[in-house]
T-cell receptor, first 115, second 112 residues
Framework: EAQVTQNPRYLITVTGKKLTVTCSQNMNHEYMSWYRQDPGLGLRQIYYSMNVEVTDKGDVPEGYKVSRKEKRNFPLILESPSPNQTSLYFC??????????????FGPGTRLTVL | AQKVTQAQTEISVVEKEDVTLDCVYETRDTTYYLFWYKQPPSGELVFLIRRNSFDEQNEISGRYSWNFQKSTSSFNFTITASQVVDSAVYFCARTSGSRLTFGEGTQLTVNP
């Protein structure tokens, strides 16, 4: 089944404790992206990757890191989480953004609470 | 940043009413894509439609229709004869180069 998976689905942590949210897709998509969803703000893009070893900042990259060592995986790293990073996070993938196959396929979401 | 604006934060209708969700965007690009996504109460994001900036034809899919007007930078979504199952948050989005910008979302509640 074609899908984007994220783990964990729920996470409660404390300020400053490094964490990683994993994202994996099995559709051989080049483009992967992370978004955060906050009430009244919609979804905001954190980072995206056009292909392996190619990553770039979205609209709200501060406090986050990503890596793209393999095509299928795109982990989101919070080196020192803070309470303002409490949010619902979505990973997504698509064949190519800006081209004809750019419907985003979204993962199920990760709800992160930073105390 | 070039914004996508969904001015209607919440809309409440009674079943079988028609409802239009507005989306207005800013762009300096000649080529871009527009999208609508649905987020039902279960939380997943469901793709509804994609439009490119060169195709201004309106589209109808069952009870759903979309009106793209480049002159006013709008991409509005109409649900005809709404149903309770249409209750969800709806997001409009626009590409800008390699980025994707979403609107704030419109919470639609369809009451029986």
């Amino acid at each position: 089944e074609a899908q984007v998976t994220q783990n964990p689905r729920y996470l409660i942590t404390v300020t400053g404790k490094k964490l990683t949210v994993t994202c994996s897709q099995n559709m051989n998509h080049e483009y992967m992206s992370w978004y955060r969803q906050d009430p009244g703000l919609g979804l905001r893009q954190i980072y995206y990757s056009m292909n392996v070893e190619v990553t770039d900042k979205g609209d709200v990259p501060e406090g986050y890191k990503v890596s793209r060592k393999e095509k299928r995986n795109f982990p989101l790293i919070l080196e020192s989480p803070s309470p303002n990073q409490t949010s619902l996070y979505f990973c997504a993938s698509s064949l190519v953004v800006g081209g004809p196959y750019n419907e985003q396929f979204f993962g199920p979401g990760t709800r992160l609470t930073v105390l | 940043a070039q914004k996508v604006t969904q001015a209607q934060t919440e809309i409440s209708v009674v079943e079988k009413e028609d409802v239009t969700l507005d989306c207005v965007y800013e762009t300096r690009d000649t080529t871009y894509y527009l999208f609508w996504y649905k987020q039902p109460p279960s939380g997943e994001l469901v793709f509804l439609i994609r439009r490119n900036s060169f195709d201004e034809q309106n589209e109808i899919s069952g009870r759903y229709s979309w009106n793209f007007q480049k002159s006013t930078s709008s991409f509005n979504f109409t649900i005809t004869a709404s149903q309770v199952v249409d209750s969800a948050v709806y997001f409009c989005a626009r590409t800008s180069g390699s980025r994707l910008t979403f609107g704030e979302g419109t919470q639609l509640t369809v009451n029986p």
